[in-house]
């Protein structure tokens, strides 16, 4: 298979290309570069899809791709590649997200929930947005390729090795360095949240796969259910953690301004929004009919722990509580 990547430097793309050369297809990039190389084997157009001419080098009428795979998150740059790219390729894959569904509240759910309205515009100015712009992407790939040229994949939480948001990898970290007395970790109070994560590789992995095979259709590509009870378990495993865990309540986090989710002085993978209790509840089940596979939540941990432990200074932890914070609320409940 000849298969163009449109990115293949940052954590998804860059996982894809490497898996596709992997299995023995011929892999084309086009990027910046700005996130940094593309992995070995691979050729690399250099190249600025928001400049007019910036699909040139890879929509010339003497190229031909089996498959293109997009992760954009802006309507602008979808729009453009698909009426560039449209000629000279047998089949489109998006990755998409599940922000794009209107409801979050339903558990254990599948792809026919409804969507967000299409975002107006060229441009998602902010990840207010982020949902109803992939809204916008799913449609121009569906409208330029047709249904039985592409392929959606509403990709759930991606964790593993290269996950900067450390949403993946901040618990098993902070299991294997905690700052409490006797090794006390704080915790939502909230174990049966659903919520699952899919291993980056894993999704690379199914994604080359469904290009090659020019597999069509809308996927909730997912890991396997969970909760955040089990991923916790798993995170704790994972560390060889044996001290206290202290639950608190979600009106005390958020009386002492614990965030939700992820980024600065916040307790990962935690939703306590009952309207979105079933963002990560999404079954999987079509993508899993369609050859996806999961590994062990435990070895996604494992090495989403390792990159941390291998963050750099240049490259700081953007999740999480401080030590400082989490000792100062561990000492508020005894701890």
């Known amino acids: 298979m000849r298969l163009l990547v449109l ?14 050369v992997a299995d023995g297809h011929d892999v084309t990039c086009l990027a910046r570069g700005v996130a940094g190389d593309v992995p070995d084997g691979v050729r690399w157009v250099r190249g600025d899809r928001d400049e007019p001419d910036g699909l040139a080098e890879v929509s010339a ?8 795979l997009d992760v954009s998150r802006q309507p602008g740059q979808v729009r453009s590649a698909v009426v560039a790219l449209e000629p000279v390729a047998s089949h489109f894959v ?4 599940g922000n794009v569904y209107a409801d979050h509240s339903r558990l254990a ?29 799913e449609a121009a790939v569906l ?9 959606i994949a509403r990709a759930g939480l991606i964790g593993g090795p290269g996950d900067a948001s450390g949403r993946s990898g901040w618990w098993p970290w902070r299991f294997a360095h905690p700052v409490g007395s006797g090794g006390a970790v704080l915790t939502p109070d909230d174990p049966g949240l659903p919520m699952a994560i899919i291993d980056v590789r894993d999704l690379a992995a199914w994604l080359v796969r469904c290009a090659d095979a020019r597999t069509s259709g809308v996927f909730d590509a997912v890991g396997e259910p969970d909760t955040l009870g089990g991923l916790l378990s798993a ?21 002492h301004g614990v965030q939700e989710w992820m980024g600065d002085e916040s307790l990962p993978l935690w939703i306590s929004d009952p309207d979105w209790r079933g963002f990560g509840s999404h079954t999987g089940a079509a993508a899993r ?10 070895d996604t941990l494992r090495d989403a722990a390792a990159y941390e432990e291998g963050r750099q200074a240049t490259d700081p932890r953007r999740c999480g509580l401080s030590d400082e914070t989490e000792r100062k609320l561990l000492g508020l409940l005894g701890h």
């Open 7 to 20: 990115g293949g430097t940052a954590m998804l793309g860059r996982a894809v290309a490497a898996q596709a």
């Open 61 to 68: 009428a003497d190229s031909r791709w089996d498959a293109v």
């Open 94 to 97: 998006f990755v998409s997200t």
């Open 109 to 137: 759910s599948d792809e026919s929930v409804p969507l967000l309205p299409a975002l107006d515009g060229e441009v998602m100015a902010d990840m207010t947005v982020y949902g109803e712009a992939k809204v916008a992407c």
């Open 143 to 151: 409208d330029g390729f047709g249904a039985d040229r592409s392929l």
């Open 235 to 255: 995170a704790r495993e994972v560390a060889g953690h044996e001290g206290a865990v202290v639950p608190a309540s979600a009106a005390w986090l958020a009386e």
């Open 289 to 298: 009919a369609a050859g996806l596979t999961n590994r062990p939540v435990t």
